[in-house]
């Protein structure tokens, strides 16, 4: 599996943006200066690591929020094939919206640099690489998504239920279903955690077997972090966890033991 579409994968552990969490005024669960990081592992093998970090920024004047998403490889991965990506996202703290994203790759001898700004008035996105588009209202990067997702009402969700995504990538549109699966205790190296599960759909093909191969989890509580996701591929299972976090807003009440 190349490292880029991973990547992406890993960035999409928050996408999960919704009509009902449009409607309400944006107060955001996180607070300037949190930090999760999470490793990428194999079964015993690590093969990567990734952080997600939000700061207080400003952009053409005006305060905004900016949200980072990293990844490289780590051990022997890193000997075989270098990945340092990162993804950035310049997020209206009125809305949630993002004004400008930047993707940033960097993998063996690969490399990527593009520029994309948000015309919420005219619904179009302005790329470096490829000029205008126009795009459904209300779209979002992969990393702001990341954020946004977070104001989701869990109350109303029932299991079963499907939610239907838009978001802007690698200059296309991006639909992308996902399915509520419920609540799980989750045991983790950070300890027990009592989780919400949900299950993009994965498109069957060189990766995936089925269309129901990667599962996501976050926090019961009012951080509502990932803590998980896992990947069941045809070259085997794997598995990105939290491994360390800093700078949340509120108590990580959803925690067992």
């Not at 008035?121 to 000029?131: A, F, H, I, K, T």
């Not at 296309?172 to 950070?190: D, N």
């Not at 759909?201 to 089925?210: C, L, M, Y």
Request: with cysteine; net charge neutral; hydrophobic share 35%.
């Amino acid at each position: 599996m190349k490292m880029k579409w991973l990547a992406a994968a890993c960035v999409l552990i928050l996408c999960l943006q919704t009509g009902k969490g449009q409607n309400k005024p944006y107060s955001p669960p996180f607070l300037a200066g949190e930090k999760l990081t999470f490793l990428l592992h194999y079964g015993i093998l690590n093969g990567g690591r990734g952080t997600l970090e939000v700061h207080e920024s400003t952009l053409d004047g005006k305060a905004v929020y900016h949200a980072v998403a990293r990844a490289n490889t780590i051990g022997l991965a890193d000997k075989l094939y270098k990945v340092e990506d990162a993804y950035e996202s310049f997020i209206d703290p009125k809305t949630g919206l993002p004004l400008k994203a930047i993707r940033n790759i960097r993998e063996g001898r690969y490399r990527y640099y593009n520029e994309t700004y948000f015309d919420r008035d005219s619904n179009r996105v302005y790329s470096q690489l490829s000029g205008y588009h126009d795009t459904p209202e209300g779209i979002i990067d992969m990393v702001s998504a990341l954020y946004y997702l977070r104001l989701v009402d869990r109350s109303s969700l029932a299991v079963g239920d499907k939610i239907d995504l838009m978001t802007y990538f690698a200059d296309e549109i991006y639909p992308l279903p996902v399915r509520y699966r419920g609540m799980e205790t989750l045991k983790t190296r950070l300890g027990t955690y009592r989780c919400h599960v949900f299950a993009p759909v994965t498109e069957p093909g060189r990766v995936f077997k089925t269309e129901s191969d990667m599962l996501m989890w976050f926090t019961d509580d009012d951080n509502f972090i990932p803590i998980r996701i896992q990947f069941d591929m045809w070259v085997g299972s794997m598995k990105v966890d939290l491994v360390e976090y800093s700078g949340l807003k509120y108590p990580l009440s959803s925690r067992l033991d």
